[in-house]
């Protein structure tokens, strides 16, 4: 499969394009072409610059979208249920991504609110201590 990115810069505009075994691949390997041509000619804006408001309820996706731009491996979630004294479920997610040593938990009584609490901590941990140069 092939794909094709297209990238405005201020003024300009760069497309990018590759191949891969899957559509997903392809843009994967678009999106890391794309960002080393722009990171070797200095055009990048540091990782701060990409969230402009971080929230919780955007953090799954500011996860993915940083991922998809070459930042890091996409975050992976492990999920664990438990139940009160009551027999209400308690989840407790995990996100974690390959590139960092620290991982974020969470427990809520909704999955999806766990999992939106830990990946806004990792979004959150990620902003203030990424490392342009990594």
């Not at 979208?65 to 438990?82: N, V």
Request: overall charge negative; some cysteine.
């Amino acid at each position: 499969m092939r794909d094709e990115l297209l990238i405005p810069v201020g003024a300009y505009q760069y497309y990018f394009y590759a191949e891969g075994k899957t559509l997903g691949e392809a843009r994967d390997n678009a999106c890391r072409c794309a960002y080393r041509y722009l990171k070797k000619n200095d055009l990048l804006n540091p990782i701060q610059d990409e969230i402009e408001e971080p929230s919780e309820s955007m953090a799954i996706n500011d996860l993915e979208t940083l991922s998809r731009r070459g930042y890091f491996d996409l975050p992976k979630y492990k999920y664990t249920e438990t139940h009160d004294k009551e027999g209400n479920p308690k989840w407790q997610v995990t996100c974690m991504i390959n590139d960092f040593d620290k991982v974020f938990n969470a427990t809520d009584s909704s999955k999806k609110k766990a999992k939106k609490k830990a990946a806004f901590k990792m979004l959150n941990y990620i902003l203030e201590n990424y490392d342009e140069e990594d």
